[in-house]
């Protein structure tokens, strides 16, 4: 049996709709950021096998970028939670709401 | 065959070990699974040589952000349960479900018209990680720069936000000390 | 030439700014004597320019000071011709400012405003100038506006006074609505002839369809109405009568008001060409003459009673222009505008004398104090009525005679009937004032004589007044090249005599009935109980035919009421309101929708999914869409071109 | 510098605003002055040095900003833009010479001259993007003025006036892309220079839709009925120095871009669109004429006077001859002066007695005869009296409209009616009568700061009325050039018969002066 692009399109959807069921069902801020990673890596998934189905280097590109801007957002959403955690003691979702419109 | 069995073994995996993330009350939990997931998606990088890919998500994913997210835990209360939403659960999962059907069918209509050329080809005789590296520092030398400036800034961001106070040991204190730290904290 | 030519022109605009340096300082004489002495020497300009062209025949002055407006094909100089028509109205109007002038020195003795006063009436000579002097249309209506606005300031002149600014308001406006039609006529000349001068537009004429013409004519005549305040733009000239009496015997008895006449005298060349625009001319001159006459028998104010006899007068003039005797509307233009200054500046005595009072029920017998202006009234009048050997004779004659001889008899008829009714109203004023009872006693007035300088001023009109008649040969001789030169003779002497024996009869007869009629002992002052003044007809006739009420209940009322509905209603309650309901639509949606932004991090995130829910089934859509109809740009392109 | 004097006169009150936080409190009047004094030094400048004879585009900058998209900096002034140029800058100067005694005043002086600097660029720009950034700009300063000095509404009436004319410009700018979008669809290359824009033709259904998209930015800046209320209000609220830029310079941007866009862009379409644009300008004249007649308010009713005027303007415009257009650009100019110093004369009567309602007045001519005659002198320059500013204008437009139409114009030409009306009776209220209110008694007659204002429009006022050659020569040879290109670029039937053919035209009258000469 031959695997496809559409195997690993398929597969790539999956995941996404896994991370992003855990961004929606997620209260907890560092639960949301893993949510968050899965999305990112599904994406990348289908980036790279399209690129290599279309034998075009382009999609592993942005995949290798993708991966870059993961790194960074990790990085300053862990600052930015920590901050948060040591003024209010938690990392709650719902507590956050200092932006109501 | 080797290919199909790899590609459907991983993906079993690799779903599982995501649906932990998601799913899993307890955090600890969730970050090895999450962990676990990486890796088994390198796994796929591999299998679709793009090698150099692969090994890149191996280092940066199970490598550095595992690790960031393994400090940041040790911040909070991992011993305790995760609470969540009281949500609907079919909101969830209808928007969820929709989202990857309508992926789908976005990826799926210009294969099925088969309208795409490749901007630059793999070029057979070469390895993946030279063909990348050539197109890295050509075609996408200023991207490449701009992100490596992108991680730098980022770097010296998280450690500027997390490292406030960062003089305070918690272990080294009486409780005391850390009672009034506490309320410290509540104060400010 | 050309100097005497801007002498003439400039000294009264000199003589307006020299006074305007002084208007907001107390009354000063020799602002006054200078802007006489100004205006004399314009009149001495006009006097010489006269004698030159006399003398040499058919020359004429013209010259081109600058451009004024020049785009396009349009060409507009300040151009400015002094030939024998214009000539003679400049004459006309240098003579009776200058005396006006003098005469406004003693008149407005006492008056805080004095300065002002003199600003405005020499402003007023300079734009009758450029009136009249103007080669073109466009100068024209310079002048033509210019006159509006000086009449605007002079009859507003006691601006404290309600009815006074009101009446300038008035006449500025009926004034507008006359211009537009002028304005119309000259873009019609514009358009049809390429060019606004006198002459190159006459020489177009010839080859315009009637048609065209006709329309011309009709609108240029619309302006000439305002001004001359034919019927219906009438109202105005009677409520003039709130301005200062030297005003009204300058601008609303000897000049401005013949602007209209001068209109279609300047463009006979074109009314020449339309017989049936003249006709109408002559037919509404004709009825304007009689219906304004009609208005003066009845009238209880002295200047309302000259008012309505000088626009009765301009029917005449009308009249005459209309049925191509160009050359006696002119003559009878100069001879009105002496005696009937003359009326205006021996009235102006009377009112000086009574204390403001116009009433001349309320006078009587003032010719025992007021002998020379009793004179000089009485002369006046009988020069109006067209007595032998006086002015009005010789002119007034000349107009019946050619409309008999036109064989436009009803035009004549009207005119003769209407003589009848001008003597009447005209002694009627003169008994009422100067002979009977003196009335004025009741009032605890004490009359006295005007200034000496004042009626000396006035007595080169008493004389014009009496011996213009025998001017006529002359004028007629000197003018004939430039207007249409048909001497009217009736055919058989016979009937010539009878008509001229019989209006001297009639006129007679209606003098000796006003006199017996209101220049007895038993006259009174009404109290509105005599069952004359309680008859339909004499209601009517003093009401002005309930015109003015007319124009206030069915033109100014519903302009004002409608204005507030626009207002109020329209522009407030609808298009404002509805760009504001948009506004408030959009707001009330950001109101309701407020709560999305709930600031809770979770709502937040799931409001984002369904965005991108809807987005990625947008996508979808669309690629589908493209897909099955060719492809994405026939759309847009479609987009752009529906 | 000649080079670059147009760069200089759109950035050097922006720089000169931007020291002027340096400035010392007390001392930021003089610097405003003598910044707006060389500003407006500067304008005559290039007044005197612009060549009347040439019809093109003179002083023109060009430097790419976005070389991709065809987005370049381009500057440039011909006869049509050159005195408004002139005008805002002496606006500016006057504005800020007779500025009253004002709380913040350091702010409002370098609002001003921001101010300047949107106006001033909106006029040289030959950039559909850099006339577009400038025309928002604008919006800025004057939200402004209005929010921070105006009266008890000012927050309603400046967010009125900046989201209606902001949403009118939006469709503006929609247009301008598709503009150069079809641009470049026809050559390949992208451009949003006006003058490359002048050189495509487009098919006439496609004129139609972009003519209306940009009608409906312009036609709210100008205002044009039924878009108009924002005016009332912003007039209303406005502190003097607001509303005299307002009339005299920001709403002729609408007029002017109807001049500098839509009829060289779409000749065929405002062919097609005349009449009834001239029948919304006619219920424009007639409507807001007889509405300022039902105010009570003396601001109120100049600011309704200013919108019946603008309604003769785009009339003019829409003659689509050279008569008509002139006339509607020479009195943009003299509007400007007139409705300017009709808001500066109400704003002093205004600083006496902190009301505007005419019933409160009544007799001014008794105590304030000098402002009485300046007053009396505007009035008849706003009621198009011959001999001052307006009358030329006005009567170039009807004149030029009358070969159009006939009983539109004579309907428009109602306009010298109704403007008599409203302007004589609030003179009336004012001016005439006796003095009945107390406070009225001793009011002081006006000062040589307001004279100083005053003097100058009324003595170019009366000027221009007598002798507008300096100005009405180099239009005509710039209008000439617009009207050639909108015949030459007409392609519809009722076009080419609308827009006169002007080569024919001058050969027949270089004709008729030959055999005129030969004659004599």
Redesign the interface.
């Known amino acids: 049996m031959e695997i496809g692009l559409n195997h690993y399109l398929v597969l790539s959807t999956i995941l996404f709709a896994i991370g992003l069921a855990g961004v929606i069902k997620r209260k907890n801020l560092l639960l949301l950021f893993f949510a968050t990673e899965i999305l990112l890596n599904s994406v990348n998934i289908a980036f790279a096998a399209i690129s290599h189905y279309y034998g075009d280097l382009t999609g592993q590109m942005f995949a290798f970028f993708i991966i870059a801007i993961a790194a960074s957002e990790v990085a300053v959403g862990l600052g930015l939670l920590i901050v948060w955690y040591k003024r209010h003691g938690n990392i709650d979702l719902e507590t956050m709401k200092s932006m109501r419109g | 065959m080797f290919e199909a069995v790899a590609f459907y073994l991983f993906a079993f995996l690799t779903i599982a070990m995501f649906f932990i993330t998601v799913t899993t009350s307890q955090a600890l939990y969730a970050l090895t699974a999450l962990a676990a997931g990486m890796i088994f998606i390198s796994a796929f990088f591999f299998i679709l040589g793009a090698d150099f890919l692969g090994v890149i998500q191996i280092i940066v994913y199970t490598g550095a952000v595992m690790a960031l997210y393994a400090f940041g835990m040790m911040f909070f209360d991992t011993t305790r349960k995760v609470k969540e939403k009281r949500g609907n659960r079919y909101i969830i999962v209808g928007l969820s479900t929709l989202t990857a059907v309508l992926i789908v069918v976005i990826f799926a209509a210009p294969m099925v018209s088969k309208n795409i050329v490749a901007l630059y080809p793999v070029i057979e005789d070469a390895g993946n990680i030279q063909l990348v590296g050539v197109i890295l520092f050509t075609k996408y030398l200023i991207p490449f720069e701009v992100a490596a400036i992108m991680l730098l800034v980022a770097m010296v961001a998280g450690i500027v936000l997390a490292g406030k106070k960062m003089d305070i040991s918690l272990t080294l204190m009486s409780s005391e000390e850390i009672k009034k730290e506490e309320n410290k904290k509540v104060l400010s | 030439m050309e100097t005497l030519l801007y002498i003439a022109l400039f000294a009264p605009l000199v003589s307006s700014m020299f006074s305007a340096l002084f208007?907001?300082t107390p009354k000063k004489t020799f602002v006054g004597v200078i802007a006489s002495l100004l205006i004399f020497t314009s009149f001495v300009s006009t006097s010489l320019l006269l004698a030159s062209i006399v003398i040499n025949g058919n020359e004429s002055v013209h010259v081109e000071m600058?451009?004024?407006?020049?785009?396009?094909?349009?060409y507009i100089p300040f151009g400015f011709i002094v030939d024998k028509v214009s000539v003679t109205m400049m004459m006309v109007v240098t003579l009776v400012s200058t005396i006006v002038h003098i005469y406004s020195i003693g008149y407005m003795d006492h008056d805080k405003s004095f300065n002002r006063f003199f600003a405005w009436l020499s402003a007023f000579v300079f734009s009758m100038m450029v009136l009249v002097m103007s080669d073109n249309y466009?100068g024209l209506?310079?002048g033509w506006?210019?006159v509006g606005?000086c009449s605007?300031g002079l009859i507003?002149f006691w601006?404290?006074k309600?009815s006074a600014?009101?009446a300038a308001?008035e006449a500025?406006?009926m004034n507008?609505?006359a211009?537009?039609g002028m304005?119309?006529g000259?873009?019609?000349v514009?358009?049809n002839t390429g060019t606004l001068q006198y002459e190159g537009a006459f020489e177009v004429f010839k080859t315009l369809d009637p048609a065209t013409l006709t329309w011309i004519g009709i609108f240029l005549f619309i302006g000439a109405m305002g001004k001359s305040a034919q019927f219906p733009l009438h109202t105005w000239l009677a409520d003039a009568m709130e301005g200062p009496t030297p005003v009204s015997a300058l601008i609303h008895a000897a000049t401005m008001v013949t602007a209209g006449v001068y209109l279609v005298i300047r463009s006979n060349e074109l009314y020449s060409l339309i017989p049936n625009v003249g006709l109408f001319i002559a037919s509404l001159g004709a009825f304007v003459a009689l219906f304004a006459a009609s208005m003066a028998l009845v009238n209880r104010d002295m200047k309302r009673i000259i008012a309505y006899s000088t626009l009765s007068q301009l029917g005449y003039m009308f009249a005459a222009a209309g049925l191509g005797a160009y050359w006696v509307a002119l003559f009878h233009l100069v001879a009105h505008a002496f005696f009937k200054a003359l009326l205006f500046l021996g009235a102006g005595n009377v009112m000086h004398a009574m204390h403001d009072e116009l009433d001349p029920f309320k006078m009587g017998g003032l010719k025992k104090v007021m002998k020379w202006t009793w004179i000089m009234m009485t002369i006046a009048s009988l020069a109006l009525a067209g007595i032998f050997p006086f002015a009005g004779f010789f002119s007034k004659d000349t107009i019946l005679e050619a409309a008999f001889a036109e064989h436009h008899f009803v035009i004549y008829g009207v005119l003769l009937f209407t003589a009848g009714l001008t003597a009447f109203y005209s002694f009627r004023l003169v008994a009422l004032i100067f002979h009977g009872e003196e009335r004025y006693k009741i009032f605890g007035i004490s009359p006295h004589e005007a200034y000496r300088f004042m009626l000396v001023a006035m007595s080169p009109l008493l004389i014009l007044a009496m011996i213009a008649g025998v001017l006529q040969e002359p004028f007629f001789h000197m003018i004939e090249e430039i207007l249409s030169a048909h001497e009217y003779h009736i055919h058989s002497h016979t009937t010539l005599w009878i008509m001229l024996v019989g209006t001297q009869v009639f006129v007679a007869l209606a003098i000796l009935y006003a006199y017996k009629k209101y220049a007895n002992a038993f006259i009174k002052v009404p109290d509105g109980t005599s069952a004359i003044e309680n008859s339909f007809v004499y209601k009517f006739l003093y009401n002005q035919y309930y015109i003015p009420y007319f124009y206030e209940e069915y033109l100014v009322k519903p302009?004002?009421e409608?204005?507030?509905i626009?207002?109020?209603k329209?522009?407030m309650k609808i298009?404002?309101a509805s760009?504001d309901g948009i506004?408030g639509i959009i707001y009330g949606t950001g109101e309701k929708t407020r709560a999305m932004q709930s600031g809770n991090l979770s709502v937040m995130l799931r409001w984002m999914v369904v965005g991108f829910v809807v987005l990625l089934s947008l996508a979808v859509v669309f690629g589908l869409t493209a897909r099955y109809s060719e492809n994405i740009t026939v759309i847009f392109s479609g987009l752009?071109?529906? | 510098m000649l080079d670059h004097i147009l760069s200089i006169l759109i950035f050097f009150p922006a720089i000169a605003a931007v020291f002027g936080f340096m400035i010392q409190k007390d001392s930021i009047r003089a610097y405003g002055i003598s910044v707006a004094t060389i500003e407006f030094g500067l304008s005559l400048w290039l007044w005197f040095t612009f060549d009347g004879n040439v019809s093109g585009m003179q002083f023109m900058e060009n430097l790419p900003l976005v070389p991709s998209f065809g987005v370049n900096y381009i500057l440039g002034v011909d006869g049509i833009s050159l005195f408004i140029i002139v005008l805002a800058a002496f606006f500016t100067m006057i504005g800020i010479a007779s500025l009253t005694e004002t709380p913040n005043e350091k702010n409002m002086i370098i609002t001003i001259l921001f101010l300047q600097m949107t106006m001033a660029g909106v006029f040289a720009a030959l950039d559909a993007i850099v006339f577009y950034v400038f025309w928002e700009l604008s919006l800025v300063p004057m939200l402004y003025i209005i929010g921070a000095w105006g009266g008890p509404l000012r927050i309603y009436a400046s967010i009125?006036f900046f989201?209606?004319t902001f949403a009118g410009s939006l469709v503006m700018l929609v247009g301008m892309l598709?503009m150069a979008y079809?641009f470049y669809q026809a050559t390949g290359t992208w451009s949003f220079a006006l003058l490359d824009w002048y050189r495509l033709i487009l098919?006439e259904?496609?004129q139609l839709?972009l003519f209306a998209a940009f009608f409906i930015g312009f036609a709210i800046k100008v205002p044009m009925f039924?878009f108009?209320?924002?005016l009332p209000y912003a007039h209303g609220q406005a502190p003097t120095i607001g509303s005299v830029i307002l009339a005299a310079i920001l709403l002729k941007m609408g007029t002017y871009a109807f001049i500098r866009f839509s009829l060289p862009l779409f000749p065929d379409a405002s062919a097609a669109f005349m009449v009834p644009i001239a029948v919304i300008t006619i219920i424009m004249i007639i409507?807001t004429a007889?509405?300022a007649?039902?105010?009570k308010d003396v601001k109120q009713v100049v600011a309704y006077s200013s919108i019946s005027h603008m309604g003769v303007i785009i009339l003019g415009t829409f003659a689509l001859?050279?008569?008509g257009i002139?006339?509607s650009i020479f009195l943009m100019i003299a509007h400007g002066v007139v409705s300017g110093a009709l808001f500066l004369l109400v704003g002093v009567i205004y600083d006496r007695r902190h009301t505007k309602l005419m019933s409160e007045f009544g007799?001014l001519?008794?105590i304030m005869?000098?402002y009485a005659?300046i007053f009396g002198i505007m009035l008849?320059a706003s009621?198009g009296?011959?001999?001052t500013i307006n009358?030329?204008g006005e009567?170039?437009s009807?004149?030029?409209f009358?070969?159009q139409s006939?009983i539109l114009?004579?309907l428009a030409?109602?306009a010298?009616?109704v403007g008599?009306?409203y302007m004589?009776?609030a003179y009336?209220k004012m001016?005439?009568?006796?003095v009945t209110k107390e406070e009225n008694k001793n009011l002081p007659d006006i000062n040589k700061r307001e004279l100083v204002a005053l003097i100058p429009l009324s003595v170019i006022a009366i000027w221009l009325g007598?002798?507008?050659?300096p100005i009405?020569?180099p239009?005509?040879n710039s209008?000439?050039a617009v009207v050639r290109l909108m015949h030459n670029k007409a392609q519809s039937e009722l076009a080419k018969e609308r827009i006169p053919n002007l080569v024919k035209?001058r050969a027949s009258?270089i004709k008729k002066t030959v055999i005129e000469e030969e004659v004599h």
């Open positions: 208007t907001t600058m451009t004024w407006m020049a785009t396009g094909n349009l466009a209506f310079i506006e210019g606005l605007w507003g601006f404290h309600e600014t009101w308001n500025f406006i507008r609505i211009d537009l304005l119309i000259i873009f019609l514009y358009w302009y004002r409608l204005s507030d626009f207002w109020n329209v522009d298009l404002d760009v506004a752009g071109a529906m | 009125k989201l209606y598709f079809f098919p259904t496609l839709w039924p108009h209320t924002w409507y007889m509405i007649y039902a105010q001859n050279v008569e002139t006339g007799g001519a008794h005869p000098r005659t008849m009621v009296m011959p001999l009358f030329v009567f170039l009807l004149l030029g009358y070969q006939h114009t004579l030409g109602t010298i009616i008599a009306i004589l009776s009336k001016f005439f009568g006796d007598i002798y507008p050659k009405l020569e239009i005509n209008v000439e035209e009258v």
